[in-house]
């Protein structure tokens, strides 16, 4: 198992920009894709990206982020990061990350590990 602990998160004005990270502790970071989720008050958990640790670095997009936000890893330092521009109020939501061995993988119902969530708030 991986334990994933999320950071970065914070206070943002419409139109800024923001880098979140996803730390994997263990041994066992490369055998993991990461994907990265948000759910907002009253909504479900939405699928935004996902990324292998495995070989090459395969990226998969929901359209809803696609263009604005970009993921990328980091296999020395076991972690995976969301950078996030053009952000907008509705981007407010609970940002967490999580870890499948499947890939692509857009369900949240495919992850077996789960960070506790980075608060991301996004002002007019």
Do not use: H
């Not at 008050?41 to 359209?63: C, M, N, S």
């Amino acid at each position: 198992q991986v334990r994933l602990v999320e950071s970065g998160g914070g206070l943002v004005q419409a139109g800024g920009s923001l880098r979140l990270s996803c730390a994997a502790a263990g041994r066992t970071f490369s055998t993991y894709a990461i994907g990265w989720f948000r759910q907002a008050p009253g909504k479900e958990r939405e699928f935004l990206a996902q990324i292998t640790t495995w070989g090459g670095a395969l990226v998969y997009y929901a359209d809803s982020v696609k263009g604005r936000f970009i993921i990328s890893r980091d296999n020395v330092n076991n972690t995976v990061s969301l950078q996030m521009a053009s952000l907008k109020p509705e981007d407010t939501a609970v940002y967490s990350c999580g870890a499948t061995s499947t890939f692509p993988a857009r369900s949240d119902n495919d992850y077996t590990f789960w960070g506790q969530g980075t608060q991301v708030t996004v002002s007019s």
